[in-house]
Antibody, heavy 122, light 112 residues
């Protein structure tokens, strides 16, 4: 059974750095074609892709947030981390992590965590 | 960036009636491997999105055959042959032909 779960602070102050953890089970980042991504959703708005990390440590970022984002992993602990620096109220959103698999067909984000709502306010 | 444009913004459908959602991309989503990298998700209220269709027209296991993804190149459609109460939510398309991955703005489906 594949599961993902996001964790981290629910409230951060402007200019602070946000660090989120995605803890997963049922798959391994060492499996060929597997990657974990982060997607966010401001309240009442659409989904926005942020970052993706593959098992070989290749990383992809949203260009609009590239300078502020870092995605890393702890493969042996089945965890992926996202840091977003210089937080602003516009970064208030639910942050999701999700699984990308490629085994002949490419399944982008066929499993998602429940999401974690992060508010940015002083 | 590949821009994904969905229409309509919202749909109000009588149960049992069909519904259709359009998704247009600013560039072709057909890759050199012959596959088309377009995905459809449904986000039900208070839940994370769930993948419905991958590679433009393939249903994820468990997705009812009332839902059909079609299209090619830059024009795609998600059709629901007979809308049911469980189909309520916001539908999103997403492309993975190129980074950054981009989503459409969403189409909200409601029951009349």
């Amino acid at each position: 059974q594949i599961t993902l779960k996001e964790s981290g602070p629910t409230l951060v102050k402007p200019t602070q750095t946000l660090t989120l953890t995605c803890t997963f089970s049922g798959f391994s980042l060492t499996t060929n074609g597997v990657a974990v991504g982060w997607i966010r959703q401001p309240p009442g708005k659409a989904l926005e892709w942020l970052a993706l990390i593959y098992g070989d440590d290749v990383k992809r970022y949203s260009p609009s947030l590239n300078r502020r984002l870092t995605i890393t992993k702890a493969t042996s602990k089945n965890q992926v981390f996202l840091t977003l620096t210089n937080m602003d109220p516009v970064d208030t959103a639910t942050y999701f992590c999700a699984l990308r698999r490629h085994d002949g067909s490419l399944y982008y984000f066929d499993y998602w965590g429940q999401g974690t709502l992060v508010a940015v306010s002083s | 960036d590949v821009v994904m444009t969905q229409s309509p913004l919202s749909l109000s459908v009588t149960p049992g009636q069909p519904a259709s959602i359009s998704c247009k991309s600013s560039q072709s989503l057909l890759y050199t491997d012959g596959k088309t990298y377009l995905y459809w998700y449904l986000q039900k209220p208070g839940q994370p999105p769930q993948l419905l269709i991958y590679e433009a027209s393939n249903r994820i296991s468990g997705v009812p055959d009332r839902l059909t993804g079609s299209g090619s190149g830059t024009d795609f459609t998600l059709k629901i042959s007979r809308v049911e109460a469980e189909d309520v939510g916001v539908y999103y398309c997403m492309q993975s032909i190129d980074f950054p991955l981009t989503f459409g703005g969403g189409t909200k489906v409601e029951i009349k």
